[in-house]
């Protein structure tokens, strides 16, 4: 059952909250269990490159959260480090770029 609700997109603390227990108590089943997840899925860096390119294409300006989304949602499940060595490999220029772009803030006073 575990398997099934991580499968669907729950978290942890999500999966805990529905069966009603604590998330040690999930915790605890988990390792009785031997249940254990892959942080990151079996995609080569060659094809992780590949998509990321397709994706950058498509939306140049994407960032690394909504990419994340994308390959997500696309069965692609990669950590947060090795998504980031892709994009800065496949798009160095723009990654330079979003680095050093400022983000302009409003003023504003609380009265």
Do not use: C
């Amino acid at each position: 059952q575990l398997e099934e609700l991580r499968y669907i997109g729950l978290t942890w603390t999500d999966i805990a909250k529905l069966l009603g227990v604590s998330r040690m108590t999930v915790y605890r089943a988990r390792i009785e269990l031997g249940y254990e997840e892959a942080h990151d899925s079996s995609v080569t860096d060659v094809d992780l490159k590949h998509l990321v390119s397709t994706v950058k294409e498509e939306m140049p300006n994407v960032g690394e959260k909504k990419l994340h989304g994308i390959l997500k949602s696309r069965g692609v499940r990669v950590t947060r480090r090795r998504l980031r060595q892709v994009i800065h490999s496949v798009d160095p220029f723009n990654t330079v770029l979003r680095w050093r772009a400022p983000i302009s803030r409003r003023p504003y006073s609380v009265r």
